[in-house]
């Protein structure tokens, strides 16, 4: 059964929820191996850092391919509400999928050097704030979707966010507007 073109899809976003944990792991991988290279070889905690942020990009990287799912299944069911967030989206799909990559390849980079390192080698440091700053820039545009799109977004006791006209305040905004004019 498909859905009536014009009727809105109840429901709110699955994929938002599961975003801060590899938000977080490449965050905190990227911080760890900045941390064990600044401690260099010598130290004896250097090590502890370099496998710690193995561990939570590991972990991370996991939990990101069921955000990914999630948030193709949004997409397939809210992008026809939102048509002028069509650029939105390619940018944070792209952002996202290439911090994926980014991460996959960090954790094999990882893994072949795991046991040989005294502390995070200068290249995968390289590689891991490159995933940063990528994830950085992908929820930027995934927090766009949400809040001035209104992908998946419901009130409760409201009906789902429609499309809105182009130029027109985004939900909400135009109560704020009426309130400030009426002082």
């Known amino acids: 059964m498909s859905p009536i073109p014009d009727h809105p899809r109840p429901g709110r976003a699955l994929n938002p929820p599961?975003?801060?944990?590899?938000?977080a792991a490449y965050v905190f991988a990227a911080a760890f191996d900045?941390?064990?290279?600044?401690?260099?070889?010598?130290?004896?905690?250097?090590?502890?850092?370099?496998?710690?942020?193995?561990?939570?990009?590991?972990?991370?990287l996991c939990l990101c391919l069921l955000t990914m799912v999630t948030g193709f299944a949004d997409l397939l069911r809210f992008a026809g509400d939102r048509p002028g967030a069509t650029r939105t989206i390619v940018a944070h799909v792209s952002a996202m999928a290439g911090v994926f990559?980014?991460?996959?390849?960090?954790?094999?980079?990882?893994?072949?050097?795991?046991?040989?390192?005294?502390?995070?080698?200068p290249g995968i440091l390289l590689v891991s704030l490159a995933a940063a700053i990528g994830v950085g820039l992908g929820a930027a545009r995934g927090g766009t979707l949400v809040f001035r799109h209104g992908f998946g977004v419901q009130l409760a006791g409201q009906a789902p966010v429609t499309a809105r006209a182009p130029g027109a305040p985004a939900p909400g905004q135009a109560a704020r507007h009426r309130s400030r004019r009426a002082r």
């Open 18 to 23: 599961l975003t801060a944990f590899p938000v």
């Open 34 to 60: 900045l941390i064990s290279v600044v401690g260099g070889p010598h130290r004896a905690w250097a090590p502890q850092f370099w496998h710690a942020g193995t561990f939570v990009l590991v972990a991370g």
């Open 101 to 121: 990559m980014i991460g996959s390849g960090d954790i094999a980079w990882r893994l072949s050097e795991y046991h040989s390192q005294a502390s995070t080698p």
